[in-house]
C-alpha cells in the first residue's frame, strides 16, 4: 500500500545550523508530494510540495526535490531559525486509484532549534 | 479569503456522550475532508465530500462515527458513545475540485482537541 517515511525525531539543532529531514515514500503510480509543518498548538500549513519528478518545491529557505529514483523528498534548510521550531510533516497524494482524494502521511519530525 | 474554521478548538467529554464537531472550509471549496491525529502521529485520513456528496470513507471511520455535508458547505462530524480511544485531534481541509490533479493543495484547519475521560 502506499505510505510514507520519515526519520524518527526529535531533531535538536542550534540556530543557523543546516537542516535535513529525510522522507521517502511507496506509492504506486506517480503521486504528487508534500511538506506541512505544525506549529504548536495549530494545524496543519502546507510548506512545499513537488508535483512530478526532478521537481523542487521551495519556501521560507526550505527546499525539498522530488527523486523518483530514490523515492525520496528530504527536506533542507541552509540555517534554521528558533522560529523553525515545529513538527515537520512528509505526505504523498495521488492522481488515481484508491486513496487518490486524499494525503498520506508519515509519522512526523519535531524540530527543536536553541538559540 | 478566511481559513478553514473549525469548531469547538477543544472538548472534553465524559466516556459514552456523544460529541459533534463543526468545520466551515473556504469558501466555493467544494472538497472537504475529515483527518485524525493521534499524539506523535501524522494525520490520517478518515471521510472526504465533494460537495454534499461523502465519496470516500476510511476502515477508520467506525459506525459510531457519522460526517455530514448536507448543503455542500459546512461539515460536521459527530462521535457518538465516545471511548477513551476517540481522544484525538480531529482535522478538516478543504480544497478545489476546479484546481485539477493531484498537486492542487488541501488546506488545513487548526483542528479541534477531543479528550474522553
Known amino acids: 500500500g502506499d505510505s510514507v517515511t520519515q526519520m524518527e525525531g526529535p531533531v535538536t539543532l542550534s540556530e543557523e545550523a543546516f537542516l535535513t529531514i529525510n522522507c521517502t515514500y511507496t506509492?504506486?503510480?506517480?503521486?504528487?508530494l508534500f511538506w506541512y509543518v505544525q506549529y504548536p498548538g495549530e494545524g496543519l500549513q502546507l510548506l512545499l510540495k513537488?508535483?512530478?519528478?526532478?521537481d523542487k518545491g521551495s519556501n521560507k529557505g526550505f527546499e525539498a526535490t522530488y527523486r523518483k529514483e530514490t523515492t525520496s523528498f528530504h527536506l533542507e534548510k541552509g540555517s534554521v531559525q528558533v522560529s523553525d521550531s515545529a513538527v515537520y510533516f512528509c505526505?504523498?497524494?495521488?492522481?488515481?486509484?484508491?486513496?487518490?482524494?486524499?494525503?498520506?502521511f508519515g509519522t512526523g519530525t519535531r524540530l527543536t532549534v536553541i538559540p | 479569503d478566511t481559513g478553514v474554521s473549525q469548531n469547538p478548538r477543544h472538548k472534553i467529554t465524559k466516556r459514552g456522550q456523544n460529541v459533534t464537531f463543526r468545520c466551515d472550509p473556504i469558501?466555493?471549496?467544494?472538497?472537504l475532508y475529515w483527518y485524525r491525529q493521534t499524539l506523535g502521529q501524522g494525520p490520517e485520513f478518515l471521510t472526504y465530500?465533494?460537495?454534499?456528496?461523502?465519496?470516500?470513507k476510511s476502515r477508520l471511520l467506525s459506525d459510531r462515527f457519522s460526517a455530514e455535508r448536507p448543503k455542500g458547505s459546512f461539515s460536521t462530524l459527530e462521535i457518538q458513545r465516545t471511548e477513551q480511544g476517540d481522544s484525538a485531534m480531529y482535522l478538516c481541509?478543504?480544497?478545489?475540485?476546479?484546481?485539477?490533479?493531484?498537486?492542487?493543495?488541501?488546506?488545513f484547519g487548526e483542528g479541534s482537541w477531543l479528550t474522553v475521560v
Open positions: 481541509a478543504s480544497s478545489s475540485f476546479r484546481a485539477q490533479g493531484a498537486g492542487n493543495t488541501i488546506y
Open positions: 506509492a504506486t503510480g506517480y503521486p504528487s
Open positions: 513537488a508535483t512530478k519528478a526532478d
Open positions: 505526505a504523498l497524494r495521488k492522481w488515481y486509484g484508491t486513496g487518490a482524494n486524499n494525503l498520506f
Open positions: 469558501s466555493e471549496h467544494n472538497r
Open positions: 465530500f465533494q460537495n454534499e456528496a461523502q465519496l470516500e
